[in-house]
């Protein structure tokens, strides 16, 4: 009954591949995100996302793109693979509005991605 | 922008004994909620805490209390009865509270302490 999963949690894969990272929550939140931790364990947004409004960080490269099939699942799709995407992702998911909104947001596991 | 500094890459305390960790932010909004997260090796991001700007009180979970100084923008955490499982990298996080801004609760991290827990 893991509230946040991510899939695979481990991917290498050789630079100009295209690769997808999947995530899903069983929260019942409205809100899903992507953060990226670089290889000096820094966080950094890439995506937030519910079902009205995707907002992404201008310095995320067009190469990666979050998909939503739905409101339980935000999965990320990156194009054209570069040594420079290596990092941990980690998907999270927090209720944002309504009744029972609140500020904790919950991590998933975290996928690393390697690029060889 | 919001930053977020932890001025402390790495630190060590022995068991049982209490350690501070420091982080500051900068913002010019006045709703927002600050946390902190412990990621141990198993790199599992846990909230250890949360407080809410518009609140005086510090906020404290059972070992972990912060001291919250709003007009100084500091946020410190400590750690009382310091235990071997307490050994992670900690983050100091900031969001503006949601709605506002069109904020959908981004946080946004410090770089981390790393603090080891020595027997």
């Known amino acids: 009954d893991t509230a946040v999963s991510q899939t695979p949690k481990y991917l290498v894969t050789q630079m100009g591949n295209d690769k997808s990272i999947k995530c899903e929550q069983n929260?019942?939140?409205?809100?899903m995100y992507w953060y990226k931790q670089d290889s000096k364990k820094f966080l950094k947004i890439m995506f937030s996302y519910n079902n009205k409004e995707l907002i992404i960080n201008e310095t995320v490269p067009n190469r990666f793109s979050p998909k939503s099939p739905d409101k339980a699942h935000l999965n990320l799709h990156i194009n054209s693979l570069e040594l420079g995407d290596s990092a941990v992702y980690f998907c999270?998911?927090?209720?944002?509005?309504?009744?029972?909104?609140?500020?904790?947001?919950?991590f998933g596991p975290g996928t690393r991605l390697t690029v060889l | 922008a919001q930053t977020v500094t932890q001025s402390q890459p790495e630190m060590s305390v022995q068991e049982a004994e209490t350690v501070t960790l420091s982080c500051t932010y900068d913002?010019?909004?006045?709703?927002?909620?600050l946390f902190w997260y412990k990621q141990p090796p198993s790199r599992q991001m846990i909230l250890v805490i949360r407080?809410?700007?518009?609140?005086?009180q510090n906020a404290t979970e059972n070992r972990f209390s912060v001291n919250f100084q709003k007009a100084a923008k500091s946020f410190s955490l400590k750690i009382s009865d310091s235990q071997l499982g307490d050994t992670a990298m900690y983050f100091c996080a900031f969001m503006i509270e949601m709605n506002y801004g069109g904020s959908q609760g981004n946080l946004i991290f410090g770089k981390g302490t790393k603090l080891s827990v020595k027997p």
């Open positions: 407080q809410e700007a518009y609140k005086q």
């Open positions: 999270a998911s927090s209720q944002v509005s309504g009744l029972g909104s609140y500020n904790e947001q919950f």
């Open positions: 913002t010019s909004e006045s709703n927002y909620y």
């Open positions: 929260l019942g939140h409205d809100t």
